[in-house]
């Protein structure tokens, strides 16, 4: 259905409803940003094997405005480039025993997702102007 609507031939392709739909697709699914309602923002990527990295930033959510970027699945970035700060749920498939937060190891939590099947993540603070990486491999 995606690739229908960025078909270039759609009569109706040039109407903010797809765009807005083409765009949330890619920050809700391929990049798994999501938000409780209060203070957690949360990631989970699914980038297809052939896809190197994604990137999308000036994201508002929260009262925030976000960069988060993926490389693979196995790691993530998030900046705040503006607002107040949250807490990042760094969430990655499958189970893993240990992530890295910038480098320096954390014992991950596990947790069964609808949809998703089994998913391990840390929780950190981000405040405005930082970066945090996390990720599964050192």
Not at 47 to 74: F, Q, R, Y
Not at 98 to 119: D, M
């Amino acid at each position: 259905e995606l690739k229908e609507l960025i078909d270039p031939t759609l009569d109706r392709r040039d109407y903010p409803e797809v765009s807005y739909c083409v765009i949330g697709f890619m920050a809700t699914g391929l990049m798994g940003i999501a938000a409780n309602g209060a203070s957690v923002i949360s990631t989970l990527p699914s980038l297809a094997h052939s896809l190197e990295w994604a990137e999308m930033g000036d994201i508002p959510i929260l009262d925030c405005t976000l960069t988060v970027k993926h490389n693979g699945n196995t790691e993530s970035a998030v900046t705040l480039q503006s607002g107040e700060r949250f807490v990042w749920k760094a969430a990655f498939p499958g189970n893993v025993g240990t992530l890295y937060h910038n480098g320096t190891a954390v014992t991950a939590k596990q947790e069964l997702t609808e949809g998703r099947g089994q998913i391990s993540f840390i929780t950190l603070e981000v405040a405005e102007g930082e970066t945090h990486r996390v990720s599964t491999v050192l």
